[in-house]
């Protein structure tokens, strides 16, 4: 058997796992710049972000051309959905025990990086909850207090019932 194809799989997945570190590291920098209300710094890491993606799925693209060249190489039926931990069945132990740890990494990523994406969806939700109670208290200060539909916040979070002139 020669190593080239799993070799170039080990390299393609080890890429894939220094993409993912560094977009979970950018999605806790977009997590700050929410909770800080840094608009540009928020931008700039969207971009960042947009860049990251592009990179990710070339990465897995690589990834997957190189899993089909190791089944095609070991002579490995089904070799379009064959997965990589399938494939540590069918390599020697230290190839198998490298490529479960890069899957084991992956999924670890993967797994905070959901877990990032959904605390600062809250984030930005709570940071558009603030804005519009702002303009709303910006918008009361017309002396029409009848009829200012504020969303206003007391200090634990909840709505005022009263909005505040």
């Not at 806790?28 to 990710?56: I, P, S």
């Not at 877990?115 to 940071?127: D, F, I, K, P, S």
């Not at 918008?139 to 029409?144: A, G, I, P, Q, W």
């Not at 009829?147 to 007391?154: E, I, K, P, Q």
Request: with cysteine; hydrophobic share 40%.
């Amino acid at each position: 058997m020669t190593p080239s194809a799993i070799q170039t799989l080990c390299d393609a997945l080890e890429r894939h796992v220094t993409l993912m570190r560094a977009l979970v590291e950018l999605s806790q920098l977009e997590q700050q710049h929410l909770l800080a209300f840094e608009v540009r710094a928020l931008v700039d890491c969207t971009e960042e972000k947009r860049a990251l993606t592009g990179q990710l799925e070339a990465s897995e693209r690589s990834i997957r051309d190189g899993l089909t060249a190791a089944a095609s190489e070991l002579k490995l039926e089904h070799s379009s959905t064959l997965t990589v931990t399938q494939l540590c069945d069918h390599v020697d132990d230290a190839t198998g025990a490298i490529l479960t740890d890069a899957v084991t990494c992956l999924q670890a990523l993967a797994s905070s990086l959901r877990e990032l994406q959904g605390m600062n969806l809250v984030q930005a939700e709570r940071g558009q909850r603030f804005v519009r109670a702002y303009a709303a208290l910006l918008r009361s200060s017309t002396h029409d207090t009848e009829n200012s539909s504020s969303d206003l916040y007391t200090a634990k979070g909840r709505a005022r019932a009263v909005s505040i002139p």
